[in-house]
């Protein structure tokens, strides 16, 4: 089962740190991926990272903001989030899997886990 945490409420221009966590099973050998889900929007994948934690992908709208981190030691993966707007108020899920790239959309269809969401609101 997984577990995001660190959501709330944050201005504009902002910064918040994610958590997901795994219980009953390792995150080790997994690869990792943060969606996030709008009002009235279809689910996006927003990054994603491999088992080891050395290969990332973001999606085009978070790059330069956003950043995954997995320690598998703890077995948590982490999604910094700076500079945050508008646009990024959602819920975030965070999922384990396989992360599948195509044409740079990350695809949710590699994912078999998923956790319950935290809910990210970005005042204007």
């Known amino acids: 089962q997984l577990q995001a945490s660190g959501g709330g409420l944050v201005q504009t221009g902002g910064s918040l740190r994610l958590s997901c966590a795994a219980s009953?099973?390792?995150?080790?050998?997994?690869?990792i991926a943060w969606f996030r889900q709008a009002p009235g929007k279809e689910r996006e994948g927003v990054s994603c990272?491999?088992?080891?934690?050395?290969?990332?992908r973001y999606d085009y709208s978070v790059v330069g903001r956003f950043t995954i981190a997995k320690d598998n030691a703890k077995s948590a993966v982490y999604l910094q989030m700076n500079g945050l707007k508008p646009e990024d108020t959602a819920v975030y899920y965070c999922?384990?899997?396989?992360?599948?790239?195509?044409?740079?959309?990350?695809?949710?269809?590699?994912?078999?886990?998923w956790g319950k969401g935290t809910l990210v609101t970005v005042s204007s």
């Open positions: 990272i491999s088992p080891s934690g050395n290969i990332t």
């Open positions: 999922a384990a899997g396989r992360c599948i790239v195509d044409e740079g959309v990350i695809k949710d269809y590699g994912f078999n886990s």
């Open positions: 009953g099973f390792t995150l080790q050998g997994n690869a």
